[in-house]
């Protein structure tokens, strides 16, 4: 592995233990020519998914949106980047379990509003807003009626 600071290609594997749940292998490195130490993250390789958008455009599944879309739902709520974190791990795991090479971006808005919900119901319906595209305000309050009488 590289040292991201001084570029040696000689670096020393110093700690190795499970991460985020046993789905990764968190690695703490040393670099014997600079002395800095740093961390990496060995992920298992998936088979490359596409994402159907809804105009039927195709792109790359790209994990980083799932998050940008769910930490803008939970901003300013007591929602933790812990639980964030956890949260779309547990989206990202449920959309590849599916074992689709292409699966529509419905989909997947489904499922983070699946998991939004069970998190934080304010996160919900500002996800579910933007998702959904309401219209109106009838169809914001349909859906918040949803919300409280569950």
């Not at 990202?92 to 998190?119: A, Y």
């Amino acid at each position: 592995m590289k040292c991201p600071f001084c570029g040696s290609q000689d670096t020393s594997v110093i700690d190795s233990r499970p991460a985020d749940d046993n789905t990764s292998i968190r690695r703490r490195r040393s670099c014997p020519e600079c002395g800095k130490r740093f961390t990496t993250y060995e992920k298992v390789e998936t088979i490359p998914l596409i994402v159907i958008k809804k105009d039927n455009n195709r792109e790359p599944y790209d994990r980083t949106k799932i998050e940008k879309g769910v930490l803008i739902a939970c901003r300013k709520r007591p929602v933790s980047a812990s639980q964030i974190s956890k949260v779309v791990d547990e989206i990202e795991t449920e959309i590849f379990s599916l074992e689709e090479k292409e699966i529509p971006s419905t989909r997947i808005g489904e499922i983070v509003m699946e998991h939004l919900e069970n998190v934080d119901p304010v996160a919900y319906v500002r996800f579910a807003s933007v998702y959904r595209e309401f219209k109106d305000v009838n169809t914001f309050m349909d859906e918040l009626k949803r919300v409280l009488d569950k």
